[in-house]
């Protein structure tokens, strides 16, 4: 009786921490959640109007702010710092970054956007606050249920559960799980309780990892069976006409289009072969440094070769150069792929602009084209992926150059998304990476690390068994 009182009151106590755990922790893990959400679309806002500003050379006129409180759907005002009662400490802040965010106003979060004079700001808000109240019924309720259903049931079951808890930890010691690291808790209760899921999570991520592995290799052979055919029938074609013919100029006609015909699978097999590598990370790369700007000049040269009716506008911020360290071919494949496809799609206009910030870089590739449907923004991305059926493969290209795009910016530790373009209407394509890419050493120093922690630690583990073992023998 004493101790069915005694686990009684601790259960009790253990629900009553939990509780407080859960409105201490939780509740404010949750509302920095919706923090930072509502902290990244004013983010959003704000590299809008910077961009947008940027064009007029951070000029405003009455016009250019309605615009912006229209599309925006907020209120901009132009300001000074001593209207705005900042301190120095936050100017020198604002002036360095361009653009921030006061996130603690009483009246709502406030965005900042600091204009070329040094004195004029244009604050973007206020945005409404975030509504987190907790009513005081609803957590007696919760507090009552929560002790009374765990005590009882808790109390039942325990001692009988016990046993079979220490089997199950017994037969998740012995499983062998690459990447997976199980806490040691001596209490079965709590080891069940924490190490289950992890173990069951981890093996349904690599069900989930191995099945849609064999649906990418089962997509990606049938593509390449697809995109195979057409210059093999080709060939086969010519191969039975030159048999027939006697003609020498039809002959060098034929066995040129088998030329072209062997070109384009080489072509093709080439461009799989690099897709493969990007995609399984087996592709290394050669850091070096270089700049960006040139880049994307002398790559819009090469371009406005095969589209010399487009019209090309690069724009850069910093105007001069744009220093990065990566891999320069890899770069300049990703930026020819984008901007022939800009073109590719473009009636008249094809903009590439470039945004530096302290730590990595933007870069936007946009055209006046159709754009790309909501729907569809993510496939664009995917191998052998064209949008437009009606477009032939020498117009629409093998369908590789986005998702080799994709493969080389992940290679780069960034991200590439499609979306529309505000400023021509067509689609934007958008990539976000490091200006700096960690050498290889210096990752192969991390891994080696890592893995001597891991290797310390399971020894530690199994030390810590065999010694527990032999103090039960």
Request: overall charge positive.
């Amino acid at each position: 009786m004493k101790r069915s009182i005694a686990l009684l009151l601790i259960l009790i106590a253990v629900n009553l921490c939990s509780f407080i755990a859960m409105y201490y922790v939780y509740f404010p893990w949750m509302e920095k959640l919706d923090r930072k959400e509502q902290q990244e679309s004013i983010l959003s806002d704000i590299r809008f109007l910077n961009f947008r500003l940027s064009l007029l050379d951070y000029s405003y006129s009455p016009q250019t702010i309605a615009k912006a409180e229209h599309e925006l759907k907020t209120k901009v005002i132009a300001r000074t710092r001593e209207q705005l009662g900042m301190e120095p400490s936050n100017f020198e802040t604002l002036k360095e970054n361009r653009y921030g965010i006061n996130m603690d106003r009483p009246e709502g979060p406030l965005a900042y956007l600091l204009l070329n004079d040094n004195e004029t700001i244009l604050t973007v808000g206020p945005y409404p606050k975030i509504d987190n109240s907790i009513r005081l019924r609803d957590w007696f309720f919760y507090l009552i249920i929560l002790m009374v259903f765990n005590g009882i049931a808790v109390l039942i079951v325990y001692r009988h559960v016990n046993e079979y808890l220490k089997v199950a930890i017994r037969a998740i010691r012995e499983l062998d799980l690459t990447g997976l690291r199980l806490k040691p808790i001596k209490s079965p209760l709590t080891n069940i309780a924490v190490n289950t899921p992890r173990v069951v999570n981890h093996i349904n991520g690599l069900s989930k990892q191995h099945q849609q592995s064999l649906y990418n290799q089962r997509d990606l052979m049938h593509a390449v069976a697809h995109e195979f055919r057409g210059p093999m029938a080709r060939l086969s074609f010519a191969l039975d006409l030159f048999a027939q013919t006697e003609s020498e100029d039809r002959r060098k006609e034929l066995s040129n289009d088998m030329d072209e015909a062997l070109q384009e699978l080489d072509d093709l097999v080439k461009e799989v072969l690099g897709y493969s590598r990007l995609k399984d990370g087996r592709f290394p790369l050669s850091l070096e440094h270089f700049d960006l700007r040139k880049i994307c000049s002398e790559t819009i040269d090469k371009v406005k070769t095969i589209y010399p009716e487009t019209q090309f506008v690069l724009y850069s911020e910093p105007s001069k150069s744009i220093p990065l360290f990566a891999d320069c071919n890899l770069i300049e494949r990703v930026m020819i792929n984008l901007i022939r496809n800009a073109a590719r799609f473009s009636n008249k206009r094809v903009k590439v602009a470039l945004i530096q910030f302290k730590n990595s870089i933007e870069i936007r590739v946009e055209d006046d084209g159709p754009g790309i449907p909501p729907g569809k923004r993510a496939r664009v991305f995917e191998p052998f992926t064209r949008l437009d059926f009606s477009r032939s493969r020498d117009s629409g290209g093998a369908g590789l150059g986005l998702a080799i795009a994709k493969g080389i910016i992940n290679r780069h530790q960034g991200t590439i998304w499609a979306e529309d373009s505000r400023e021509l209407g067509g689609a934007v394509l958008t990539i976000h990476m490091p200006l700096k890419q960690k050498s290889p050493i210096i990752e192969a120093e991390d891994a080696l690390k890592h893995s001597d922690k891991k290797k310390k630690s399971r020894k530690a583990f199994k030390f810590k068994n065999k010694r527990r073992s032999h103090d039960n023998h």
